[in-house]
């Protein structure tokens, strides 16, 4: 299985400073490979996941102060855009390339599919079996987060951030930059059926 095509100097476009500059390459080296995977991808998870998948990449807005520190694209249920609903994430940053599930804060049903987590907390503590995984939420995009086990307490505590005003989650898997040179589809997308059982009590509640 081919690898991703990402470079070392990909990664190393996330330490340019200077929003314009890395702006620009962003858009000229990392973007157009993400339209490419998004294409190419949003199949595979479809077949392999059995659910349909629509894939969009990040648009960053020119108007912010400070470049992005991460780009990805996102999986998810509409063909119209991905921010509304939980959705499936491949991103890459300075720190590596990570599979990701995702709700932002601006998502619609939050409090649903929080109370839906925590009912469901001991079932996706059995599917994950201990499994080591990554909480990215407010992280600083130069080190991959430490892993934690998801236990119940884990689960819990996806909850009870999906609850808050203005609560989201954002955890999975990352490979460093040393590995994520050499990653695969394959591995992407198993790291991706990992996340389906968490990604399946997300969109069960989608729009």
Known sequence: MATLGFS?????????????????????????????????????????????????????????????????????????????????????????????????????????????????SAELEKYFRGAKIQQYRNWDCRILPESSAAGPDFFDGLGDALAKKTGGIDVGFGWPVRDALRVDRAEVLDAFRELEPLYRVLRSVAS
């Open 8 to 120: 070392r100097g990909d990664f190393e476009v996330f330490a340019i400073e200077g929003f314009n500059a890395r702006m620009g390459k962003i858009y000229e080296r990392i973007r157009p490979r993400l339209v490419r995977l998004g294409i190419e991808l949003a199949p595979e998870l479809s077949r392999k996941l059995h659910m349909e998948f629509f894939a969009h990449v990040a648009k960053h807005m020119r108007r912010t102060v400070n470049p992005p520190d991460e780009t990805w694209a996102a999986f998810g249920p509409s063909p119209r855009g991905y921010k509304r609903y939980g959705y499936l994430a491949l991103c890459i940053s300075g720190a590596g390339i990570h599979a990701r599930a995702v709700v932002k804060s601006d998502a619609d049903k939050r409090p649903e599919m929080a109370r839906l987590i925590k009912s469901k």
